[in-house]
């Protein structure tokens, strides 16, 4: 590698005391120590910091990148990832400053216009999502190209401890997105006076409020599923995502406390603020008028000018003083108690909730909580439970969005309890846990939760030899709902099944952020094998497959896809047990992108490929890889194409 400038100046801030060797000069030998020293320029990033103990056992090496570039990296001694330091155009200086979590990169400095100074900000992985532009390169973001609802809310959360208007103003939607957004004329002009003076309303919130300090953390989001404004709504001329009375959850001091955030509205890559916050303990009225773009006059109620009625308080006392002895519940008998009567306050709770919305969110907690505990066995008769609040909403005429979410669940909760009998028929049981997963579907064929119902439904004919079926129902979750978290797993499922005798692209990321690809390994038969360190049938593959490597070497290859949750795992047992093969990693778990990206269930799944890239068995065993790794190298000397199944 060249020697390059390694800590040129991505801000000010950044720019901390380094060795000589590391003030901008021309740098050959960098320290691991000293590159260690370097800090992202925005602040709050969980990434992993070595103590001065462990940095001095660190390495750090040059290497080539993707794309040509070149770059120093700093590995722990299990030869984890820590930081990249980037020289991407090879002008012989950084330009991109990567820090690791666990040897995944969580954020990334990086300086676009190549004068060693930052002017962008971006998070990856569990680090969330946001991409921040510095324009005037002094470290303080002055807008987002890219941030979600939930990253929205906690920025909302800091700018209200910081008093920072500033910080706010970047979430608001600017007058030119409101434009943009394409709302009829009475609405666009009501919206428009909402926006008016929300700087200066914020700033008045943020210096009268004391509830939310330096010291608060933001814990979650909390909202219903956004919804969509059609275009034609009142003389709309496009859609418009929005989310509707949201609230952010936070803790100050072990105290639990809420922000309503409001309003949210999507443009392109970023959601956008039209709302001031305020917080729960405020004049409940300010949380009255919430409702911008979804208020059905039916479901509006009165708010008690206030703030929460009497009862409602005890009942909210009695379930923080309830939440505070959870710990207590050592024993199954306690726990099943503790469940039983946080059910109870939940659902007195919701009954009593000042707000249609509110309500709704209690009972979709009540919902999660009770079905959880039948399937941990701390509630024998939740799922009865859930089934009567099912009847009773129903008879009450509520919402089909609310009676889909319980409907769901009691399903679920059902079809644990009958798994936990000791005598229980299993094929009896799946029977009827498929039955009511299609009459679910028909019930409440839009509801969020049916994109999981036909995802299982597919799960469970693939399972069962019912390839068509499963195809078809696979194909009804990515076409119905292609915005779900289980449409990628469910087109993935598809292209899995439907692979054979095709030709297969198929790459991904190593820990240390290297492109693996199998197109490179054209000529060899390879194997794809999706494992992990707690699968032990996975790890007792391990020997076999080291074997096959060895005797079949240079023509048989294998690229292992690691759905292991802990970098650190995947790494000690690579070493320990001397796996010579790529690895591919990244976030996830069977969620990530490379299971998605075929569609694994479960693991071990191995999918092997012949010298052309075609996929030859999409779920091959171990007993079977001998041979026909063998009949694949004898077809390919004897000029033969090999046969596909």
């Not at 943009?180 to 919206?191: F, I, T």
């Not at 049981?429 to 039955?435: F, N, P, R």
Request: with cysteine; net charge negative.
């Amino acid at each position: 590698m060249k020697r390059f400038h390694f800590a040129a100046c991505a801000s000010a801030t950044m720019c901390i005391a380094l060795a000589t060797a590391l003030t901008g000069q021309a740098l050959a030998n960098p320290t691991a120590v000293q590159a260690l020293r370097l800090s992202p320029v925005q602040k709050g990033v969980d990434y992993t910091r070595p103590s001065v103990e462990e940095a001095a056992r660190c390495k750090i090496e040059s290497r080539k990148v993707e794309g040509g570039g070149s770059a120093w990296v700093v590995s722990d001694p299990n030869g984890i990832v820590l930081r990249m330091f980037v020289d991407t155009n090879g002008n012989n200086s950084v330009d991109q400053w990567r820090y690791y979590k666990d040897g995944v990169e969580v954020y990334r400095d990086i300086d676009s216009t190549f004068n060693q100074k930052a002017d962008q900000f971006r998070w990856f992985h569990t680090g969330g999502t946001r991409w921040g532009i510095d324009r005037n390169e002094d470290g303080v973001v002055d807008s987002w190209k890219q941030i979600s609802a939930e990253e929205v809310t906690a920025e909302v959360v800091a700018a209200l401890a910081q008093a920072d208007t500033a910080r706010f103003q970047r979430l608001v939607l600017t007058d030119a997105e409101l434009r943009s957004l394409g709302l009829g004329p009475d609405r666009a002009e009501k919206l428009a006076e909402k926006l008016d003076g929300i700087q200066r309303r914020f700033q008045a919130v943020a210096s009268e409020q004391r509830a939310i300090t330096e010291e608060t953390k933001w814990l979650q989001f909390s909202g219903t599923r956004p919804g969509i404004v059609p275009v034609g709504t009142e003389g709309s001329t496009k859609d418009v995502e929005v989310y509707e009375n949201v609230v952010a959850v936070v803790e100050t001091g072990g105290q639990a406390d809420q922000v309503y955030i409001g309003a949210l509205v999507r443009v392109d890559s970023v959601w956008r603020v039209i709302d001031v916050p305020q917080i729960a303990t405020d004049d409940a009225s300010a949380v009255a008028s919430r409702g911008f773009f979804f208020r059905p006059a039916g479901l509006q109620r009165e708010i008690h000018s206030g703030g929460p009625s009497e009862q409602m308080q005890e009942l909210l006392t009695k379930l923080e003083r309830l939440d505070r002895q959870a710990a207590d519940a050592v024993t199954e008998q306690a726990q099943a108690d503790y469940t039983l009567q946080r059910a109870e306050l939940i659902e007195g709770i919701a009954q009593n909730a000042d707000t249609p919305q509110d309500q709704v969110m209690w009972l979709r907690q009540l919902a999660d909580m009770i079905s959880a505990a039948v399937q941990m066995g701390h509630s024998p008769d939740g799922a009865q439970r859930l089934e009567d609040l099912y009847k009773r909403f129903a008879e009450e005429g509520a919402d089909n969005d609310i009676l889909a979410y319980i409907r769901f669940r009691q399903y679920t909760a059902e079809y644990g309890l009958a798994l936990q009998e000791p005598r229980a028929n299993f094929q009896a049981v799946q029977e009827k846990w498929l039955e009511n997963l299609e009459q679910f579907v028909n019930e409440y064929p839009t509801a969020s939760d049916a994109a999981e119902a036909m995802l299982q439904l597919g799960m469970a004919h693939e399972f069962a030899g019912e390839e068509e079926d499963a195809k078809r129902w696979f194909g009804r979750v990515v076409r119905e709902f292609s915005d779900s978290p289980g449409a990628a797993k469910a087109a993935g499922a598809r292209r899995r099944l439907d692979s054979v005798g095709k030709p297969l692209e198929f790459r991904g990321r190593s820990p240390a952020g290297e492109v693996i690809d199998l197109a490179k390994y054209r000529g060899k038969v390879m194997l794809i094998q999706y494992w992990a360190t707690w699968c032990e049938p996975c790890k007792a593959d391990m020997s076999i497959i080291k074997d096959l490597v060895t005797r079949h070497s240079p023509h048989f290859g294998v690229i292992g896809v690691s759905l292991d949750h802990s970098v650190k795992d995947l790494a000690e047992y690579v070493k320990q047990e001397g796996l010579n093969w790529p690895q591919i990693h990244e976030d996830g778990g069977l969620d990530s992108r490379p299971a998605n990206q075929l569609g694994i269930l479960t693991v071990p799944t191995m999918i092997l490929v012949d010298q052309q890239g075609r996929v030859v068995r999409r779920n091959i065993q171990t007993s079977e890889l001998d041979r026909e790794v063998r009949r694949l190298l004898t077809t390919k000397a004897a000029g033969q194409p090999g046969a596909q199944r």
